[in-house]
């Protein structure tokens, strides 16, 4: 079962800070550094598009997790680098006209 502890005990940042920057970036657990860690070596070894497709069952299981945390459908879904880059991607949807706001 995950408690305070064991959540801190996994995020090694918390030894050395008081982080309070939640906004912009976590300090992130020990998974997610090691799950960067091992792409970017993949990547190194055999290139970028090359180590996306050899982790895509894991990418289209981030979809099918998430889908299910919130009860939707994957399809729904659209992972971004950042909140700034998903509300640029979104408003760039919007096929804005002269007077529609009128």
Same mark, same amino acid.
């Not at 030894?15 to 309070?20: G, L, M, Y």
């Not at 996306?52 to 982790?55: C, E, K, S, T, Y």
């Not at 889908?67 to 729904?76: E, F, K, R, V």
């Given at each position: 079962m995950l408690n305070l502890s064991s959540l801190r005990a996994d995020t090694p940042g918390v030894?050395? %800070?008081?982080?309070?920057n939640n906004a912009g970036a976590s300090l992130?657990?020990?998974p997610v550094i090691?799950?960067?860690? #091992?792409?970017?070596a993949l990547e190194a070894e055999i290139g970028g598009y090359e180590a996306?497709? %050899?982790?895509k069952d894991a990418i289209r299981g981030f979809y099918t997790s998430t889908?299910?945390?919130?009860?939707?459908?994957? #399809?729904?879904l659209?992972?971004?680098s950042s909140a700034t880059d998903a509300y640029a991607q979104a408003l760039s949807a919007?096929?804005?006209e002269r007077g529609m706001l009128s």
């Open positions: 030894q050395q %800070v008081i982080h309070f992130m657990p020990q090691d799950a960067i860690t #091992d792409h970017i996306a497709d %050899v982790r889908a299910q945390l919130l009860n939707t459908s994957a #399809d729904n659209a992972a971004m919007i096929p804005f």
